[in-house]
């Protein structure tokens, strides 16, 4: 199951908690070199320090995706650093949920400056990388919120939907150059997303939700090394998991 994984230079946004987070462990751990982003530096430097006393290989840099020059450093880092990117797990993300009523337009553009900017900066820093060296694998992060949309979500599932789109669009532009795409889209998983909903009474009841429902941030990170893990030929285009109750 690993055997696709050892060496491997992994990029990750979002590392600084959650699924980034657990992702990045779990990767390192399979002997992947980790390359770690996110705004937070303090928990990434953790990270790294955890990452490197049990005998992995990784290095952060302090990157906001909503800037392009932040994601192509934190790419061209993991090139200098190692030599080559084989993976970007694009995987930051914002959900302040709240009706389009509230109108919280700066949560909108949050929203869209993070899940679907901050995807395509990712796939713009990465690509070229991914020519010149005839492989690389892109691995993006949706939502079972990508697959329909609900109450108090219209701005989140639109950014969703989007992702899901343009990583089809990329799988199709980028296959001949034996580069792998992947979506994957999570339902309910235990962390800190639901921590940014400001709109009075949708915070409360989503947050509960989760800490019932929701599955651990290390189940992203089975997904991710399973689609990394495939033979090179195979490419697993989409991935979509939620906790058993989930509607
Ligand atoms: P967390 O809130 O734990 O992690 C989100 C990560 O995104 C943090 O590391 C945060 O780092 C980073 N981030 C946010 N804004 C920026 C930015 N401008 N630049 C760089 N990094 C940023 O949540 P999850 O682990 O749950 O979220 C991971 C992904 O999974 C997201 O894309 C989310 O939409 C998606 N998802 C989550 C679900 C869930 O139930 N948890 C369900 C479906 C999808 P920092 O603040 O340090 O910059």
């Known amino acids: 199951m690993t055997d696709n994984?050892?060496?491997?230079?992994v990029v990750i946004t979002g590392a600084s908690s959650g699924m980034g987070e657990a992702t990045?462990?779990?990767?390192?751990?399979?002997?992947?070199?980790v390359v770690l982003g996110a705004r937070r530096t303090d928990r990434l430097e953790t990270l790294t320090k955890e990452i490197t006393k049990a005998g992995g290989e990784a290095v952060s840099v302090s990157t906001d995706v909503t800037k392009l020059e932040d994601v192509q450093k934190l790419v061209q880092t993991a090139k200098d650093s190692f030599g080559r990117v084989d993976v970007i797990f694009n995987n930051a993300g914002l959900m302040p949920l709240s009706p389009l009523e509230s109108l919280r337009i700066d949560e909108w553009n949050q929203m869209i400056d993070v899940n679907v900017k901050g995807t395509l900066y990712g796939i713009a820093a990465a690509l070229p990388i991914f020519k010149e060296q005839k492989s690389g694998h892109v691995i993006n992060v949706s939502s079972v919120y990508g697959h329909k949309t609900v109450e108090t979500g219209a701005v989140y599932c639109a950014t969703k939907h989007a992702v899901r789109s343009l990583s089809e669009g990329l799988r199709q532009e980028v296959k001949d150059y034996n580069v792998r795409v992947t979506v994957i889209s999570p339902g309910a998983v235990d962390t800190e997303l639901t921590s940014h909903i400001t709109e009075p009474g949708v915070g409360d009841t989503v947050r509960?939700?989760?800490s019932k429902i929701g599955v651990p941030a290390g189940t992203m990170a089975d997904m991710v090394a399973f689609a990394i893990s495939q033979p090179d030929n195979v490419d697993v285009n989409e991935i979509l998991f939620r906790p058993t109750v989930q509607p």
Do not use: N
């Open 208 to 210: 509960d939700v989760v």
């Open 24 to 33: 990045a462990h779990d990767l390192a751990a399979k002997g992947a070199k």
């Open 5 to 9: 994984i050892t060496g491997k230079v």
